[in-house]
């Protein structure tokens, strides 16, 4: 990640009160509040439209989507049987670029976008150049053999990430070493590791 684009990732993960990346997690650790000259300052109660606006970013940002994607996801979500909130981060959580971060193959989503987008991982052997791709259950993702080799995924496959990532969830049967994991089944919202509180994200599209 650049130096620029690591300022910009964790001046948002500061502005939305939630660390997007290993390098933002460390530094909101020393400073615990908003970016800018007034971030220590004592904030004005913000509007219940500021509020549920500022959910649906810090979900937005946990994906690294646009807003256009978000917006597709949730009137998918509210098709779906079942709670809207819940299916939003469960079909997102399905992304191919989220399942390669959650199998420890990057370190941060903006990563693992790019890993897929360079056309280094497979579903179910055939290469995917979409990070929106959405993997089915059943399917494996892997890494192409000829990128197998390449330091990221050494580095992957040694466990590197393990420090900064959450456990593996129970979605995934990951075998680290091989650069493989398959999704078994269907991901569900109470196993997601996204810090978000969906009806709120629901509510902001609702209004």
């Not at 959910?55 to 978000?70: D, S, V, W």
């Not at 280094?120 to 890494?143: C, K, M, N, W, Y």
């Amino acid at each position: 990640m650049s130096s620029i684009r690591a300022r910009r990732q964790t001046r948002l993960s500061r502005s939305l009160g939630l660390a997007l990346t290993p390098k933002a997690a460390k530094y909101m650790e020393r400073r615990p509040y908003g970016p800018g000259e007034h971030g220590r300052a004592r904030k004005k109660q913000d509007s219940d439209y500021a509020v549920r606006l500022r959910e649906k970013q810090r979900l937005r940002a946990q994906y690294g989507i646009r807003e256009a994607q978000m917006a597709r996801a949730f009137e998918e979500a509210k098709r779906t049987k079942g709670l809207t909130g819940e299916n939003l981060i469960e079909l997102l959580e399905m992304r191919l670029d989220a399942l390669v971060l959650r199998a420890g193959f990057a370190r941060t989503i903006a990563q693992a976008r790019q890993l897929v987008v360079h056309r280094h991982i497979t579903v179910d052997g055939a290469r995917v150049d979409r990070p929106s791709f959405r993997v089915s259950e059943g399917q494996l993702i892997g890494v192409h053999e000829r990128s197998e080799t390449m330091a990221p995924f050494q580095v992957a496959a040694a466990g590197a990430h393990r420090d900064v990532l959450p456990a593996v969830p129970a979605y995934l049967d990951v075998k680290l070493e091989s650069l493989q994991a398959r999704l078994v089944r269907r991901p569900k919202r109470s196993e997601v590791p996204v810090t978000c509180e969906e009806q709120l994200v629901v509510e902001y599209y609702a209004r």
